[in-house]
């Protein structure tokens, strides 16, 4: 278990190795900690229950007494999430990506129309020196007036 912890903490660039030990200065039962710590930030009379049942703590007899479906504890976690996400805050980015996802949008419309003008530009082009193209002005700005 120690050697899988130090290497996924290698490999996420968090590996601390304490130079009088040269043991990680990280270890796994911290995560534990902040997950309970944390969750129990969430404004509910059941965080604490559905808390305990994720660390594995009711078991036995305890269990006899919890009787909260899956489905809300599904339901509470997603709630708490944003409290025991280390690296990524995908609730409190969810506007910005919104945001984004709206710029991108109006960015792909605009691109839309100047591809439009681009190929209006190439038709206008290959006939440019044709009586053809002479007529298609005059069209073309005689439609405007």
């Keep these: 278990m120690k050697q899988k912890w130090n290497r996924m903490c290698r490999q996420a660039g968090l590996l601390q190795i304490d130079e009088n ?15 309970r710590t944390n969750f129990a930030r969430l404004e509910d009379a059941r ?3 559905v808390t305990e049942t994720l660390l594995g703590h009711y078991i036995g ?35 910005i990506i919104e945001q984004q996802q709206k710029e991108i949008n109006e960015l792909k419309t605009e691109m839309a129309k100047i591809n439009e003008f681009r190929e209006e530009v190439d038709r206008m082009w290959k006939f440019k020196d044709s009586k053809e193209y002479k007529q298609y002005l005059i069209d073309k700005f005689s439609e405007k007036k």
């Design 21 to 35: 030990t040269k043991r990680n200065r990280m270890y796994a039962y911290q995560l534990r900690s902040f997950f």
């Design 47 to 49: 965080a604490r229950d």
């Design 61 to 95: 007899q305890d269990k006899s007494y919890f009787n909260i479906p899956e489905s809300e504890i599904a339901e509470l976690y997603v709630k708490g999430e944003k409290y025991v996400t280390i690296f990524n805050r995908p609730i409190e980015n969810r506007a």
